[in-house]
T-cell receptor, first 116, second 115 residues
Framework: GAVVSQHPSWVICKSGTSVKIECRSL??????MFWYRQFPKQSLMLMAT?????????EQGVEKDKFLINHASLTLSTLTVTSAHPEDSSFYIC????????????FGPGTRLTVT | AQTVTQSQPEMSVQEAETVTLSCTYD???????LFWYKQPPSRQMILVIR??????QNATENRFSVNFQKAAKSFSLKISDSQLGDTAMYFC????????????FGKGTKLSVKP
């Protein structure tokens, strides 16, 4: 099956700094990538949808300037958490699909972010 | 707006027994997809089974099957011959047909399989 990787798998950063999380589709071209956030013992909440070469579409309540998403190629999307605060600590998961007509999404293993 | 409801926060089952996880959803759409995902302790999301709304036949994948009741907007997951490796969080999810693929997840059911 299709494989999606995330890097890093976990990261600790200091309050006020920025951290970048990468999401890569390893064996297929991902026209669309999704970023989710999951708090402990809770469900996945969609943060944004990104299409290659265009601006990401953010869900209501998600700060565009805080969570910068770039989808520069068909195999790579990045999420940058800017000026991180402890409340940004969470598990971030990306997923990728091969196109708008594809209902199959492939999930990355997630990135645990801890802001101290 | 679509919503997905999983009314069982936690369930347990004995190894080799059968368990059913409930899921209901609300939508005015006629074209959509429903999914069950498994999230084991590793946190990796794994697709368990998928159902297209236009198909009347219930989807089946080995020990996993669904009971899709479109009129009742119900989509339950049955796990037969439960195994210890089935212990995980199970999320029901909805996707509108023709969309970019945005998944709407339920809150999840924590399933524990006991030896």
């Amino acid at each position: 099956g299709a494989v999606v990787s995330q890097h890093p798998s976990w990261v600790i950063c200091k309050s006020g700094t920025s951290v970048k999380i990468e999401c890569r589709s390893l064996d297929f071209q991902a026209t669309t990538m999704f970023w989710y956030r999951q708090f402990p013992k809770q469900s996945l909440m969609l943060m944004a949808t990104s299409n290659e070469g265009s601006k990401a579409t953010y869900e209501q309540g998600v700060e565009k300037d805080k969570f910068l998403i770039n989808h520069a190629s068909l195999t790579l999307s990045t999420l940058t958490v800017t000026s991180a605060h402890p409340e940004d600590s969470s598990f971030y998961i990306c997923s990728a699909s091969a196109g708008p007509s594809s209902y199959e999404q492939y999930f990355g293993p997630g990135t645990r972010l801890t802001v101290t | 707006a679509q919503t997905v409801t999983q009314s069982q926060p936690e369930m347990s089952v004995q190894e080799a027994e059968t368990v059913t996880l409930s899921c209901t959803y609300d939508t005015s759409e006629n074209n959509y997809y429903l999914f069950w995902y498994k999230q084991p302790p590793s946190r990796q999301m794994i697709l368990v089974i998928r159902q297209e709304a236009y198909k009347q036949q219930n989807a089946t994948e080995n020990r996993f099957s669904v009971n899709f009741q479109k009129a009742a907007k119900s989509f339950s997951l049955k796990i037969s011959d439960s195994q210890l490796g089935d212990t995980a969080m199970y999320f029901c999810a909805f996707m509108k047909g023709g969309s970019q693929g945005n998944l709407i997840f339920g809150k999840g059911t924590k399933l524990s399989v006991k030896p």
